[in-house]
C-alpha cells in the first residue's frame, strides 16, 4: 500500500481493535510507557497513523475504555406519513407553501425539498377536472370566438372592451 494514500485515508478503529492494540502495546511496556517501534508496528498493522495508536494508548492508560462514539444522524421521516398528513389538511391550508408548513409544523425549506424530489405533488386549480364534456367544448368554443383568421395568420382580438373583476 503507498504511505501518500494511507495518509489521507482516515479509519475508525473499533473498540475491539483499540482494545486489541492497548493489550499488545501494555504487554511489551517498560515503566509505563510502549517499546521503542511498537507504536509504528500498531500503526502499520491497523493502517491508520502513529498519532491514532498514542490515543490509544493514553486512553487505555486513563482506564476509561474504548466506547466508540457513534455519530448522531436524524432519523429519516416517513413521507408515507408526511403524506398523510397532508392530505388531511383543509384546503385553504394547502394553498401554499408557507401556510401547509405552518399547519404541519414543519419547515418550508423541508416541503419544498420534498415536492422537488417527488415525494409530495403539487396538484394545480380543482375545476377543470370536474368540468364535463359540454363545458369543456363551450370554453373552447368561447376562448376560439376572440381568434380572427385573416390570409392565413391568427390574430387574437385584445379584449380592450371587457373588465375582469375576478382578477386581482
Not at 21 to 35: C, E, M
Not at 63 to 91: H, M, W, Y
Not at 104 to 129: A, D, M, Q, W
Not at 146 to 160: C, I, K, Q, T, Y
Request: net charge positive; proline share 4%; glycine share 6%.
Amino acid at each position: 500500500m503507498d504511505e501518500s494514500a494511507t495518509a489521507t485515508q482516515q479509519r475508525r478503529l473499533g473498540e475491539y481493535e483499540k482494545q486489541s492494540i492497548y493489550t499488545v502495546l501494555s504487554l511489551h511496556s517498560a515503566n509505563g510507557k510502549p517499546r521503542y517501534g511498537d507504536v509504528s508496528q500498531q500503526a502499520q498493522l491497523y493502517g491508520v497513523s502513529t498519532r491514532t495508536i498514542q490515543r490509544v494508548w493514553t486512553k487505555g492508560a486513563e482506564g476509561n475504555g474504548f466506547k466508540t462514539v457513534i455519530p448522531k444522524r436524524r432519523k429519516p421521516s416517513e413521507v408515507a406519513a408526511l403524506q398523510d398528513r397532508v392530505s388531511k389538511l383543509p384546503f385553504l391550508q394547502k394553498m401554499d407553501i408557507r401556510t401547509m408548513a405552518e399547519a404541519l409544523l414543519i419547515p418550508k425549506t423541508t416541503l419544498h425539498r420534498r415536492f422537488k424530489n417527488g415525494e409530495l405533488v403539487r396538484k394545480h386549480s380543482s375545476l377543470k377536472p370536474m368540468l364535463s364534456e359540454d363545458n369543456v367544448k363551450k370554453r373552447l368554443q368561447y376562448a376560439l370566438s376572440f381568434a380572427n383568421v385573416v390570409d392565413g395568420s391568427v390574430e387574437f382580438n385584445p379584449m380592450l372592451d371587457r373588465v375582469f373583476l375576478e382578477s386581482s
